[in-house]
């Protein structure tokens, strides 16, 4: 909470997404496992690398997912599955103005109407047990990567995407 809106004191590196989705999605396995929702993730041939910092675009990886996951395993009268049937995917692609879209969907009913059009401000949920900080922090660490982070309904689908600028490699052999 206190670095809300305070800019990352780690210099800047290069990222390679794909890697970062690799790393992050066996930590959510088996909650996701757990509460009956499955993960999909099928890594592009192409390389996605960003100059930024890993551990705070892990948080809003780990964020996003998280939230997708609650969202999928939830059954209710909006809701197009049963207990058991819920679905997150992961999919990873470059924008054709040379930006790296990450998208994140889940089967989920999506945000309640009363909250859409506030959902990345500070203190804004419809969870119970929810503060209201997660999206508003990971829409500050987006902003701070130069990217921008929005949320759409799309066939039955919330998705969160989250639109990064686009790094080439200087050195082909240069690893990460």
Known sequence: FL??????????????????????LPLLQP???????????????EQFTIDGDFDALEQVLLNLLLNAIEAASRCGPDSS??????????????????RILLEIADSGAGPSFSIQHELFEPFVT?????????????????????????????DNATCFTVELPFQKRAFQNETL
Not at 31 to 45: C, D, I, K, M, S
Not at 148 to 153: E, F, G, L, N, P
């Open 81 to 98: 599955h049963h207990i058991g049937q819920g679905r997150v995917t992961v999919q990873l692609d470059q924008h054709y103005h040379g």
């Open 126 to 154: 419809d969870k119970p047990d929810g503060t209201g900080l997660g999206l508003s922090v990971a829409r500050e660490i987006v902003e701070q990567h130069g990217g921008k982070i929005r949320w759409h309904r799309r």
């Open 3 to 24: 670095s809300l809106g305070k800019p990352s004191t780690r210099p800047a590196a290069l990222v390679e997404l794909a890697t970062l989705i690799d790393n992050t």
């Open 31 to 45: 909650y996701a496992r757990h509460v009956g929702v499955t993960l999909e993730w099928n890594p592009p041939a």
